[in-house]
């Protein structure tokens, strides 16, 4: 089992920045990727970033270049650095992870949320 605590949301201006993280608890060599999402009011979760086991990392093309992921794998947290925001970034951030359950299966679990709202 993988846990997820996401933490760094709040209030910001437009043009500002935020820096997210997602702390990973339990069995943590088991994840194969850690990955940001998004929903903001009345839209559907999207994909922002995610970052491989391996390092490889993909982005939204809505947030390529103002938004990026890294992890830090001796505190076992995955970053969301966030700048340039703009208001449609407001939204509700998830941390999610893909993890091994054994050796055939892999499991998805969701951190709680952690709300960004920027201001125009």
């Known amino acids: 089992q993988v846990q997820l605590v996401e933490s760094g949301g709040g209030l910001v201006q437009a043009g500002g920045s935020l820096r997210l993280s997602c702390a990973a608890s339990?069995?943590?060599?088991?994840?194969?990727?850690l990955s940001w999402y998004r929903q903001a009011p009345g839209k559907q979760r999207e994909l922002v970033a995610r970052?491989?086991?391996?390092?490889?990392?993909n982005y939204a093309d809505s947030i390529k270049g103002r938004l990026s992921i890294s992890r830090n794998d001796a505190r076992n947290t995955v970053y969301l650095q966030m700048n340039s925001l703009k208001p449609e970034d407001t939204a509700a951030y998830y941390c999610?992870?893909?993890?091994?359950?054994?050796?055939?299966?892999?499991?998805?679990?969701w951190g709680q949320g952690t709300r960004v709202t920027v201001s125009s």
């Open positions: 999610n992870a893909v993890y091994w359950k054994d050796s055939y299966t892999t499991r998805e679990v």
């Open positions: 339990g069995n943590i060599f088991s994840i194969n990727a």
């Open positions: 970052i491989t086991a391996g390092g490889t990392t």
